[in-house]
């Protein structure tokens, strides 16, 4: 049934949001249904603690932040080696193991119009960014005689278009039944007065909520649910982007299994003290990444007996989970990071506005908080030439050419 326009009136009116019905009659039907669902299901009153939060100054003064301990995969003995690939491969043999790849993004930076999953990086085969991952699962699934679930969390702008080239593709020969789609989260962006923004539509202007989002969004489409109703203990999380990902890692998950921890990634070694990325870290005792903003040129230059950068272990997005980790994680809120940005919208008359510097907030969640709600985790250095090629810029470093190169010199074609 829906919300009525009274209703609708009532609530934005209640929290001081008239504008965003400045442009009601103007809509058409379609537009109006739209923005009644968005009004019924956004929490105005997050909203506005998100917009407070914004006059908030943040401050790391006080953090104590120290090295975190981590494997080095190549340095393995022989004897560690078998005994971690033992555990995870015998949980992976065991139908315990899923697969989560975050794939809500448009190709837009890659001047290309649908999916990023759907970009092509330029390969003699002319292979999809998602046929590459699906080859990988597929592999490995073959390799430990059993069928890996995987879960791959689009977002409205691209969940039909994505759901379309699986099925155009016959699911790249993965058996569709083990393939599930579920869609991220959004929250509202909102001026520098508070006010939430009404896009160019007229309906309410909102964006991702952040790779953190990751966890709710799994316990509000039954994703955790239905892992543990197939008896699934683990979930890896990565993104869409990097080409060469290791989705199915038993040498992970069997240092996971023999810590007895519910989190763990992947790092490689920064390539220079000033490359800006997040490290991981201990934080206040707790497990972490901190921003390349957070540290000082000191911390990040420092060396140990060895000439290693003691805070050199890039966080590269490659996350693995234990379900109860992700369920209590959903539980709670992942604090939220507030990004600058500018932002064209439709102001109370019906005209676009297109700013010309930053005017409105997006609020984001970033899924390595979700470290700090563990008493510990794990961490697997491994080598960036063999696991991480990521496609994020048109040109430059992590671009499609350079993606393109360290994937074919790692499959040697």
Not at 164 to 170: G, K, M, R
Not at 227 to 254: Q, S
Not at 268 to 276: D, G, R
Request: proline fraction near 3%; include cysteine.
């Amino acid at each position: 049934m829906g919300i009525s326009y009274e209703e609708m009136k009532t609530k934005v009116e209640k929290y001081n949001q008239t504008q965003i019905m400045s442009n009601y009659e103007r809509l058409n039907d379609q537009a109006k249904s739209e923005l009644a669902e968005q009004i019924e299901r956004i929490d105005f009153d997050q909203v506005n603690k998100l917009y407070e939060s914004t006059k908030e100054e943040i401050s790391f003064e006080n953090d104590v932040i120290e090295p975190i301990a981590y494997v080095e995969k190549d340095k393995l003995s022989e004897e560690d080696l078998q005994k971690y690939l033992n555990l995870g491969e015998t949980a992976i043999k065991e139908g315990k193991y899923s697969v989560v790849t975050m794939a809500g993004g448009q190709g837009t930076r890659l001047g290309h119009s649908g999916p990023k999953g759907t970009f092509d990086i330029g390969l003699d085969s002319h292979k999809s960014i998602f046929e590459i991952l699906s080859d990988n699962i597929k592999e490995e699934s073959e390799k430990y005689n059993v069928m890996i679930p995987w879960y791959i969390m689009t977002s409205k702008e691209n969940n039909d278009q994505t759901k379309e080239f699986f099925e155009q593709n016959n699911y790249f020969g993965y058996d569709k039944n083990y393939v599930k789609f579920f869609q991220q989260g959004k929250l509202p962006m909102c001026d520098e007065n508070g006010k939430i923004l009404v896009n160019e539509k007229g309906i309410i202007k909102e964006a991702s909520d952040g790779h953190g989002g990751i966890f709710q969004s799994m316990k509000r489409n039954n994703v955790t649910e239905d892992m543990k109703n197939k008896g699934i203990e683990w979930a890896f999380i990565g993104p869409v982007d990097n080409v060469l990902v290791k989705m199915v890692d038993p040498v992970l998950l069997g240092v996971m299994i023999d810590k007895k921890v519910l989190g763990g990634g992947k790092s490689v070694v920064k390539a220079n003290p000033s490359e800006k990325v997040g490290v991981f870290c201990k934080r206040n005792g707790k497990p972490g990444v901190v921003e390349y903003t957070e540290i000082s040129k000191e911390m990040a230059e420092q060396v140990d007996e060895n000439g290693e950068l003691v805070f050199g272990e890039s966080h590269i997005n490659c996350n693995l989970f234990n379900v109860n980790a992700i369920e209590e994680v959903a539980n709670k809120n992942l604090p939220y990071h507030i990004a600058h940005k500018k932002a064209s919208y439709l102001d109370e008359n019906g005209n676009i506005v297109v700013p010309e510097k930053p005017n409105a907030y997006k609020f984001e969640s970033f899924i390595f908080d979700a470290f700090d709600m563990l008493d510990d985790m794990a961490i697997l250095r491994v080598k960036r030439e063999e696991e991480f090629a990521p496609v994020k810029n048109a040109e430059g470093t992590d671009s499609p050419e350079t993606a393109r190169e360290l994937y074919k010199k790692y499959y040697n074609i």
